[in-house]
């Protein structure tokens, strides 16, 4: 691969595992033990890690501060105000929108893990901790 199409996460990765190889060699030579370097995980300041039964989500924090996650907080609001139960399909959207790609993907592993398939139930009661976790502020 070359590194002008490496992401800068590989570009970290691969930068420590050179550091790591100079390191080996040093040691070798130097007669003592190498000191390796770790690859730390790094979380963009927008992100935010929630933790919920032993799992660490990470969050996309952006998401919630859009104008369409607005507009669909909106309407759960309203059905609230109006002491009905939002309808499925809104809920569905919300926690696509707020959770889809990588967290939803790890909730479905993790819930296919626990159970063997990918009880829609325990899905929701999940994201269901996870956006209380995200602690979203009207």
């Not at 595992?17 to 060699?25: F, G, L, P, T, Y």
């Not at 969050?59 to 609230?80: L, T, V, W």
């Amino acid at each position: 691969m070359n590194i002008e199409d490496m992401t800068p996460e590989q570009l970290r990765e691969y930068a420590t595992a050179k550091e790591n190889q100079r390191e080996a060699i040093t040691a070798r030579y130097m007669d003592r033990e190498p000191n390796f370097k770790v690859v730390q995980d790094c979380k963009e300041p927008y992100e935010k890690d929630v933790e919920f039964e032993g799992e660490t989500y990470r969050i996309d924090m952006r998401r919630i501060k859009s104008r369409e996650f607005i507009r669909m907080f909106g309407k759960f609001q309203k059905y609230a105000n109006e002491g009905k139960d939002a309808p499925i399909s809104d809920a569905l959207a919300l926690y696509d929108f707020v959770f889809g790609g990588k967290v939803d993907d790890k909730v479905c592993a993790v819930v296919k893990a626990k159970m063997g398939y990918e009880d829609f139930e325990e899905i929701m009661r999940i994201e269901n901790a996870l956006f209380e976790g995200i602690e979203v502020k009207n």
